[in-house]
């Protein structure tokens, strides 16, 4: 399994970013999938998961409002839609895939993980 995110970049505060999470291989469509996030000097955090068939999705309380995450497993891409974007979102964001089909905010709970993609928010 590959994992592969797109989309970061620099926006002002209040702007928007969709990033992108292509994955390779065939268990894609069977798996839960997450984004995390990790600042300069801050540990990884949870952002977002969501289920196999994409039928639930749970959030951080710090995102819940702004992000929304989605899936499509046809294309096997994960897509995490930022609005309202904050400063403090400022991170390394990761997209990860379990080898379940549920989802989960516990990052041991991730088998594979992508290189990340930068999202900067200026104030």
Same mark, same amino acid.
């Given at each position: 399994?590959?994992? +592969? &995110?797109?989309?970061?970049?620099?926006?002002?505060?209040?702007?928007? @970013?969709?990033?992108?999470?292509?994955?390779?291989? #065939?268990?894609?469509?069977?798996?839960?999938?997450?984004?995390? $996030?990790?600042?300069?000097?801050?540990? #990884? &955090?949870? +952002?977002?998961? %969501?289920?196999?068939?994409?039928? $639930?999705?749970?959030?951080?309380?710090?995102?819940?409002? $702004?992000?929304? %995450?989605? #899936? /499509?497993?046809?294309?096997?891409?994960?897509? @995490?839609?930022?609005?309202? @974007?904050?400063?403090? /979102?400022?991170? +390394?964001?990761?997209?990860?895939?379990?080898? /379940?089909?549920?989802? /989960?905010? #516990?990052?041991?709970?991730?088998?594979?993980?992508?290189?990340?993609?930068? +999202?900067?928010?200026?104030?």
């Amino acid at each position: 399994v590959q994992l +592969v &995110e797109s989309g970061g970049g620099l926006v002002q505060a209040g702007g928007s @970013l969709r990033l992108s999470c292509a994955a390779s291989g #065939r268990t894609f469509s069977t798996s839960g999938m997450g984004w995390f $996030r990790q600042a300069p000097g801050k540990e #990884r &955090e949870f +952002v977002a998961a %969501i289920s196999w068939s994409g039928g $639930r999705t749970y959030y951080a309380d710090s995102v819940k409002g $702004r992000f929304t %995450i989605s #899936r /499509d497993n046809a294309k096997n891409t994960v897509y @995490l839609q930022m609005n309202s @974007l904050k400063p403090e /979102d400022t991170a +390394v964001y990761y997209c990860a895939q379990r080898s /379940d089909r549920g989802l /989960d905010f #516990r990052s041991s709970q991730y088998d594979y993980w992508g290189q990340g993609t930068l +999202v900067t928010v200026s104030s």
